[in-house]
């Protein structure tokens, strides 16, 4: 018996498509409603339109999927590609054909879940019968995959670490997902431990930033997504969430409440009318900063820096002072300092930098110092070169004499700084006092090429970026210090410009910087080095004159 399609009613409501039985069987459906009739005229069950439900795969019981509900790779999930290394090499010898975009968006293809099905079997429970009550009377929840299980490859050991107790608090939404609250310690343990100079129970990116971060909701995005990015970079593979899509919903999310926040923040005439989102504003900036340093692809942390910039100032310029904040605020008004006197090196913008007096006084601890005398020096450098040599001048700045004698007194007070942390041994002391005395001689060296002619200056320039190398080479380990080195090194690279022994050097010292810390910060600072390394000393007298032009044709790099 057969039906012609031409004999049904047109009039009658038809399906959208037809039924996955005619389908299989590669017959035209009629598609009548509520099944097909080809079915019904053959006694076959028809399975309809609808959607179609399946029992997820039970746990495997033998072989290497035992005990496991979905199949996990042993390979990353995203190739490492050879670690830090091959992947920095990769970025300085080929161009890219196109720039990544630095945002994307919740419903980005890079989704942070196991399976492409998670997500739709999670979404289909609603369709299902009410869950069975327990004992009590109370429905039972829908039990979902433990994710966190796929996390791995860090140990959770550091001895500073605040281990928060997530069980015996409110928690803020993003903390709702388990992934986040297991990715919260590993910032907790892991990411935050590469902040500091050397790390300690005073390391404030730790005790000052996570209970920060959990009263601040875009703070703690913003940690969230760099901890996400971090572990990504470091191991080659996405973190799992079980409610959040990734990384990028993070950043979306918390650039949307702190433009939001900033915007409440700079219409108020009170300022610190709340003291925890004045702090969490610029807290959130700085870890946006750091963000954009993991990947090194993205010219975001200009944005995120000017923003920076700007409440600083307007927390410490008159008729404000810094002696009105708090102790969180202070720290992070110095990570600011900090941060600008870093970028203000290497970045020709016109802006004023953030000037050293911002920081209150009982702050003033290891490398502020030499820090404000690096923000004088490079204030002097963009005078001078916007009024010529009678531009304004630190006193200091006169001549050699004075400028080492300037540094050295500083070096003397920085020694002293070494009772403030808990070194080991005599051996970790002696591996401080060398960080201190490389910041120094690069100091010193950064002076000279701001100050002197190249030509009368040579000779000492020579003998600093050598004195810095050789107190490099003097430590026992570098272990956990090894991001302290960066600048100075790179100062010291632009003084190799012919010694391809020295530019090697400096090249092995930023890859195994990098894969210490799995951030690849260094790639834009090792890649204007190859280009400066590629002029003759004629035609470019100075690596400020090439990172000035470039920053006319707007790039613009960080060193960090």
């Known amino acids: 018996m057969s039906l012609r399609i031409s004999s049904l009613d047109p009039s009658e409501p038809r399906a959208s498509k037809d039924c996955r039985l005619c389908n299989r069987r590669r017959i035209k459906c009629d598609r009548s409603l509520p099944t097909c009739r080809k079915c019904d005229l053959r006694s076959l069950d028809c399975p309809g339109y609808g959607l179609r439900i399946r029992w997820d795969q039970g746990v495997a019981s033998r072989g290497k999927l035992s005990g496991k509900a979905l199949p996990i790779e042993d390979s990353p999930a995203v190739k490492p590609g050879a670690p830090i290394r091959a992947h920095a090499e990769s970025v300085l010898h080929a161009a890219p054909t196109c720039a990544p975009s630095p945002v994307a968006t919740a419903s980005s293809s890079s989704s942070s879940h ?59 939404p993003p903390l709702r997902d388990p992934c986040a609250q297991q990715l919260l310690n590993y910032y907790d343990h892991i990411v935050s431990a590469t902040f500091p100079w050397i790390e300690g129970p005073d390391n404030h990116w730790r005790t000052v930033m996570i209970p920060l971060a959990l009263e601040c909701q875009s703070l703690l ?80 942390w200009r944005v995120h820096w000017s923003a920076a910039r700007t409440i600083t100032r307007r927390w410490t310029m008159p008729p404000r002072s810094p002696t009105s904040l708090d102790y969180n605020c202070r720290f992070l008004v110095v990570d600011a300092f900090f941060y600008d006197a870093f970028a203000s090196t290497t970045t020709f913008d016109g802006n004023t930098p953030i000037p050293g007096e911002v920081v209150h006084p009982d702050d003033v601890d290891i490398f502020i110092e030499y820090f404000q005398l690096i923000q004088q020096i490079t204030s002097a450098e963009r005078s001078r070169h916007e009024s010529g040599a009678g531009g304004d001048t630190a006193d200091f700045l006169r001549s050699k004499t004075s400028i080492r004698q300037e540094f050295e007194a500083a070096r003397l007070r920085n020694k002293r700084f070494d009772t403030l942390f808990q070194l080991a041994s005599q051996e970790r002391r002696h591996d401080f006092n060398a ?35 050789e107190c490099r080479k003097q430590m026992h380990s570098v272990q956990g210090i090894q991001h302290d080195f960066v600048w100075p090194l790179f100062l010291v690279g632009t003084e190799a410009r012919g010694n391809a022994e020295l530019q090697q050097y400096i090249e092995q010292e930023f890859f195994d910087a990098m894969l210490q810390t799995g951030w690849r910060n260094c790639v834009p600072a090792l890649e204007f080095l190859r280009r400066f390394w590629r002029t003759r000393e004629g035609e470019m007298v100075s690596w400020m004159r090439l990172a000035r032009e470039e920053s006319k044709r707007g790039y613009k790099f960080l060193v960090v």
């Open 435 to 469: 960080v201190i005395d490389m910041f120094h001689f690069a100091g010193i060296l950064y002076a000279y090429q701001v100050m002197l002619s190249p030509r009368d200056s040579e000779a000492a320039r020579q003998e600093c970026a050598e004195t810095v190398v």
């Open 221 to 300: 995005l913003a940690l969230l997504a760099m901890a996400a990015e971090a572990y990504q970079s470091k191991t080659g593979r996405e973190w799992y969430f079980q409610f959040i899509s990734g990384p990028a919903q993070l950043r979306t999310e918390c650039i949307q409440l702190l433009a939001h926040d900033l915007h409440a923040e700079m219409t108020d005439e009170q300022t610190f009318g709340n003291v925890t989102k004045s702090s969490g504003i610029l807290a959130t900036i700085l870890a946006l900063c750091n963000l954009e340093m993991i990947k090194s692809d993205s010219a975001l």
């Open 114 to 172: 196991p399976s492409p099905g998670a997500s739709a079997r999670m979404a289909i429970s609603s369709l299902l019968s009410p869950p069975i009550p327990d004992d009590n009377g109370q429905p039972s929840l829908p039990k979902t995959p433990d994710y966190t299980q796929y996390n791995a490859g860090f140990d959770l050991n550091n001895p500073y670490a605040l281990n928060v107790d997530f069980g015996n608090r409110p928690l803020l």
